[in-house]
């Protein structure tokens, strides 16, 4: 299995803060990455997929990077409406999950 | 604009077979070019992705290795959803469950269903 770790688990950031939350895969994905924003009590929604194309509707203020084992989310001028938390996400061989990133209000 | 709807108990006993079905509007669950999936979340697995149906010239099913032996996904194409079904649970198989769907050679889950609490638990 490929095992995705992201960092850190906990960010604490203020609006209009760059931020940024890294995905390692233990062996090389590629391009094959996925990112997602969960909000409690809501199914997690797509913003980026293979590791940096915006899903159509997702602000511009979101962008991914990266190939092969490490792979960047950023956010360039977090909103409050950011505040959740965020996975990471390989597809190239079947399907695994980062543990998430909640970003919280500092 | 495709939706998935889920539906089904929320709490089953311990070594009984949980339930649960996904209706899919806007697309069809027989389409060439999509996937349909389970995904469980629980505070200590995370994110599990748990198998698949699809149809290219027959139906198939992947299953993750961890359920291999106690689940099955079906599609029933008369009511155009498909159903997932987890045989003998324990307590360990709490979880958040998600249907979604992926696109034909993209493996990027789009979109989710609403997500359903099923707890196991006499």
């Known amino acids: 299995d490929i095992q995705m770790t992201q960092s850190p688990s906990t960010l604490s950031a203020s609006v209009g803060d760059r931020v940024t939350i890294t995905c390692r895969a233990s062996q090389s994905i590629s391009s094959w990455l996925a990112w997602y924003q969960e909000k409690p009590g809501k199914a997690p929604k797509l913003l980026i997929y293979?590791?940096?194309s915006l899903e159509s509707g997702v602000p511009s203020r979101f962008s991914g990077s990266g190939s092969g084992t490490e792979f960047t989310l950023t956010i360039s001028s977090l909103q409050p409406d950011d505040f959740a938390t965020y996975y990471c996400?390989?597809?190239?061989?079947?399907?695994?999950f980062g543990q998430g990133t909640k970003v919280e209000i500092k | 604009q495709v939706q998935l709807q889920q539906s089904g108990p929320g709490l089953v006993k311990p070594s009984q077979t949980l339930s649960l079905t996904c209706a899919i509007s806007g697309d069809s669950v027989s389409s060439k070019s999509a996937a349909w999936n389970w995904i469980r979340q629980s505070p200590s697995r995370g994110l599990e992705w748990l198998g698949r149906?699809?149809?290219?010239?027959?139906?198939?099913?992947d299953y993750a290795v961890s359920v291999k032996s106690r689940i099955t996904i079906n599609p029933d194409t008369s009511k155009n959803q498909f159903s997932l079904q987890l045989n003998s649970v324990t307590p360990e198989d709490t979880a958040v469950y998600f249907c979604?769907?992926?696109?034909?050679?993209?493996?990027?889950?789009?979109?989710w269903g609403q997500g359903t609490l099923v707890t196991v638990s006499s």
């Open positions: 979604a769907r992926t696109g034909a050679g993209k493996g990027w889950f789009d979109p």
């Open positions: 996400q390989q597809y190239s061989s079947y399907w695994t």
């Open positions: 149906t699809y149809y290219r010239s027959k139906w198939s099913n």
């Open positions: 293979e590791a940096s």
